[in-house]
Every structure is written in C-alpha cells, then in structure tokens.
C-alpha cells in the first residue's frame, strides 16, 4: 500500500516534468535535451532554502522562479542556433549544471548529497507522511496540468503550433517566433523547477546523480510514449513509465546483477525511445488521426 | 507611393539573382510581375518582406523603410506574402490556418490568458466567425475542421489566400497563386483576388499564365536574369520587342 503511494506520487512528479517538456517538444518542437538541468535546479534551490530555515512553500516559489529564470537565459543564445545545435546546446547546459551541482561542496556540499530536506506543512518525513504528500503532489499536479491546458487551448498554443510546423510561414503571418519560442522554454522551465522541488521535498534526500541525462531521457520518454503535443499524452506516459519501473524492482533480480541493472536500464530506455521516434513517433495518444 | 524597391540587389555566389532593380507601386490595384524561369522573381519577393538580406539597395512600404526588418515585423506593417510552394501548416485544420493568421491576438500573450480570460475568449470567438466568412468566400467552409494537409494542392492555395486575407494586409505579395491548379479554382482564386480589391487591398502578383495577366493587372513588371527590362501595360508588355525576346530567347534555347 504504502509502495502504491510512493509510486503515484513518483508518477505525479514525472507528470509536471512531462507536462513541462512537452509545452517544448510537443507543441513547439523544441528538443531540449537539458531538460533535466531546470527539475535540478528547483529542486536543490528549494531544498537548500527550507535547509536554511525559509519557509518551505517559499523555498519552492524561489525554486520555481529560479528555474524559469535560468531557462530564459539558456534560451537567449541557444535559440539563436538552429535547429539540431539547439539539442547540443541545450545537453551541454544539463551536463555543466550537474557538475556544478558535483563541484560547488560550498553550496551543494557537491556528491554527498542535500540530506533531511523538510517537507512543507509539517508533512512527516517518513512513511506516514505519504497520504499527505500525496494530496499536496496531485493539487499541484492538477494546477499544472490545468496551466499548460490553459496555455496550449489558446491562441498562444496555436501559435506554437505554426512555429513547429513552419517557421517561415510564422513569420510571413507576423509572429515572433524568437519571442514564442523564448517564453515556451521560460515556462517550461519554471514548470520543470515545480516538479524538481516537489521530487526533492518528497525524496527528501538529493544528490547530482539524480539529475544527469538518464532523467532527460526517461521524461522524454514519457512525452513520446503517451503522446506529445497532447494534453493527456505525458500523464499517460509518466504514469506508464513510473510504474513499469517500480515493477522492476520486484522482479526477483539476483543482487549481483543488479549492479549491472541500472546501466543496462538507460540503454533499454534508450533503445525503446528510438524505436517509438522510428515506429510510433506519435505515441499512444496520437494528436491527429493520419 | 505604397511600395518603392530602390536600386535592390542580391547574388548568390557569382549568381547575380536581382540586379539594381528599381520599381513603384503606386494605387495600382493589381500589379503584375512576370519573367522566364530563374529570372529573380521570387527573390525580390524575399528581398522585399525581409526574407532574404540585401546586397544592396532600399525598400519602402508607405513611405517608411522596411530593408533591415525582420520579416514579421514587415508582415505586421501589412506587407504579407505566400509561398511559391504551397505551405499550408499541415496538422492543422483549414480553421485553425486561417485564425493563426490573425494579427495581434490577445491569446497569445501568455499573461492575458490567465488575467483576461474572458477578453481572450470574445475575441476568439469573432475571430472564428471571421474565418467562418473566409472559409465560405473560398468554398472550404464544409473541410473547416479537416487537417490542411488532406486538402488538394489547389485546394491548399485557396487556404493560403484566406490566411493571408485573415492577415488583414494592406498589400499582398503572391508568387504563383495559380500554378498547378485546376481551371475551375483558378476561377475562384480570381473571384477572391477581385473581392479583395474591392476592399482596397493591393496585390503584388508573379504570374506565368500570360492571358491572366492581361485580365486581372493594371500594371506589369517583367525581369529577366535578374534586371527589370519592362515596366508598363500588360498589353504593352506583349508588344515590347525586349520583353518577346526574353520569352523567346529562352525557347529558342530550349529548342
Ligand atoms: N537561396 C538561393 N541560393 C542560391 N541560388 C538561388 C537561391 N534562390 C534563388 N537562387 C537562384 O537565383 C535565380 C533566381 O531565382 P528565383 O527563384 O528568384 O527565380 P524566379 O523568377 O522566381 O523563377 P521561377 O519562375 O522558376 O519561380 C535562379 O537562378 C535561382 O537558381
Ligand atoms: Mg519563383
């Protein structure tokens, strides 16, 4: 029982992430590869906050502020690449963000990790504070999911949509496309921040290595598997994903092996993601009928 | 003077592909721009709504300069142009190409539509009905909700005139809004070019087919590798002893 929630609230963390990436991906055709980079940095500037005795719903308004910050900043240049070098310059920021994660001990006290991070409300931190946790993560689940329906059912999405679509007819139509595709990142970041803070206030315990491109490529997975460009695809996909890993775990796994599990299960979560690009690239929901 | 193109150039390369052109636009209704194959005309098309960068030269649009802008910015002074290819955006409904063209949309600025959500909505709303008038105009009202896509090719450029119709402009640049088109939507691509005069939009527009050139222009330029070499009636054009010898010139090559 108490797996069950730990796992729905797991599910509902990749849900806001997923919910984040696809605003990008789905709607605007953005491959941001760094995706990562913004869940980190709302979950470490939140958890450091509340470490240092601020309140913790504002540790994470800062958490999420931050994040849609820096996702702002990562795009003025790296929009002005095109297409392809967009993707690079997006996985370079994942990457030097976890090393500076790794190698600022002063701040982040680097691999060792932020332990005992509080959880909001007075949530207990242990077992027993799962029921809770799990209210407060579908509330802010739903927000989210209810934002991004906001955003995308609208002439804002639409206009995502033509960027995605063609470039060039967006801008014969007169529309910014720069602007668009700035603003989408900004919010899909500060998004990404919602669900890292929510992630390290749960887990209670983060450290660089839970942030590193095996996250991007699982949350990317989710947004392919259920559907990008759709409001139900990633909480589809999240959920499927979550649970199909949870259940892993119980498979009676010798130990031995189970070292060589985890590599192993990025090359899987690799190998299928191609496979559904090649095979399914509209994933179990599909946006339109072809 | 609506549009003044002043001494404009572009090569790519050591191809000379729009050489010191200079032309007006004055009230004219419907000005054509005709010329064999390769002759530069979609380039000064690009040159004009920002597409492509000059080499050299000025272009104005009601007295104000528009080289050097970005092409959206031109779009949103009321220059908007269509694509030699037709470029629908294919995933999305006839509908939903004709409201992205609206101009200016509340909705799609991110803080409205959380703070004014009502004002998005009214707007929205007329803008559909709108859409619903330019779908009827172009006889696609019955495959509004079908992805663009699935329409034919004609089909698809009578969807592009009303997105740039939505567009609301004040000039249209159309380069080849006919080719490859059956007749009778050629017919009704004219209806709707006519329509749009009557409301005081200019057309700027490349044509090949020649007797439509001579129905519908008050005014024709004709290029050829890259110079303008005519600038006058259409009826003069098909005297000029130049103008013949581009055309013919060509074919006696391709002979
Ligand atoms: N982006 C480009 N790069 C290189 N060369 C180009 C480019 N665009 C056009 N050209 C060349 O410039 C010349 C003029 O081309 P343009 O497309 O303007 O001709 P056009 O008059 O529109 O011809 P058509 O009637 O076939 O459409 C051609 O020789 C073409 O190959
Ligand atoms: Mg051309």
Redo the contacts with the bound molecule.
Sequence with gaps: MDYLLHTIIVALVYTVFALSLNLELGYTGLYNFGHVAFFAIGAYASALLSLAGVPVFLGMLVGVTLAGMAGALLAVPALRLTGDYFGVATLAFGEMMRLFFLNERWLTKGPMGLPGIPRPLGIHAGVSGLPLYLLLAGFLALAAFFTVYRITHSPFGRALKVVREDEFVAQALGKNVFSLKLRVVAVGSLLAGLAGALYGHYITYISPSDFTLNETILVLLCVVLGGRGTQWGPVLGAFLIIFFQEFLRFLPIPVDFGRVVAPIQGMVYGAVLIMLMLKRPAGLLPEYKV | MMLKVENVTKS?GG?M?VFDVNLELGYTPITGLV?P???????LFHLITGFYSLDGGRVYFSGKEISGLSPYVISRMGVVRTF?QSRVLPFLSARENLLSAVPGQKGEQLASLFFKPRRVRREEKQNRDRADEVLELIRLAPLADALSGRLSYGQQKLLELGRVLMAGPKMILLD?PTAGINPTLIRRLVDVLKTLTLQGVQIFLIE?NMPLVVELCDQVFV?DSGNLIFSGSPAEAMRDPGVIEAYLGKADHAA
């Design positions: 790519f191809l592909a010329g194959n390769g002759s530069g005309k979609t380039t030699q080849e090949h290029m």
